[in-house]
């Protein structure tokens, strides 16, 4: 499987690398980052299957509808990056792959994070739902055993692994043991 992963300035940016960290390493992952992000995992990770990019590096392959790619995930999505998707906006390589995803039909899943949502914010999720992009944002479960914060992260992340048809056993699902 061939992924983009990009992680917007909303809070909850360690939670986009910590999606990063635990996908599995079959997976080939084209990863878009600010360049703050970028140091802190040039520093951090190392990985054959990932290739990162920098979010004005508009001529990357992901730019193109004729890269293969099977889905991308937005992990946080910032309102503003989110507003741009809705309205068509492609200025940067996050939103111009973004495009590209809707445009040749593939999957693209966001995870608003905002607290509370704006009528705005609201609307432009309701448009792309509407366009089968998958609205998940990072809302934490209550039955799978959780105690820790990083348990409740893997739940958030394994959920968005379950939307992209990825393996998991990060989280207790519900009527298993
Ligand atoms: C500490 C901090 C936390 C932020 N948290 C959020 C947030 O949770 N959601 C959001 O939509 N924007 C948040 N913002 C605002 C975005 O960073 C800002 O709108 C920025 O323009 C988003 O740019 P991008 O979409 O290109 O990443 C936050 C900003 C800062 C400085």
Not at 124 to 144: D, E, F, H, S, T
Request: charged share 25%; glycine share 6%; hydrophobic share 45%.
């Amino acid at each position: 499987m061939r992924l983009i992963v990009a992680i917007t300035g909303a809070s909850g940016v360690g939670l986009g690398k910590r999606f990063v960290d635990a996908l599995p390493p079959e997976i080939e992952t084209c990863l878009i980052l600010s360049d703050n992000a970028r140091t802190v995992f040039e520093k951090e990770h190392s990985s054959d299957t990932m290739r990162i990019f920098d979010n004005d590096d508009i001529a990357a392959p992901v730019a193109s509808g004729s890269f293969r790619c099977d889905a991308m995930a937005i992990i946080p999505t910032s309102m503003n990056t989110l507003a741009k998707i809705a309205c068509g906006i492609a200025d940067n390589l996050t939103t111009r792959a973004a495009a590209v995803q809707i445009k040749e039909q593939r999957k693209l899943l966001l995870a608003p994070r905002e607290m509370p949502f704006s009528p705005i914010s609201l609307e432009n999720m309701l448009k792309l739902a509407r366009l089968q992009i998958i609205i998940a944002p990072p809302v934490p479960g209550y039955y799978a055993g959780i105690e820790t914060l990083e348990q409740m992260e893997d739940f958030m992340i394994g959920k968005w692994f379950d939307l992209l048809g990825i393996e998991h056993t990060l989280f207790q699902r519900w009527g298993e043991r």
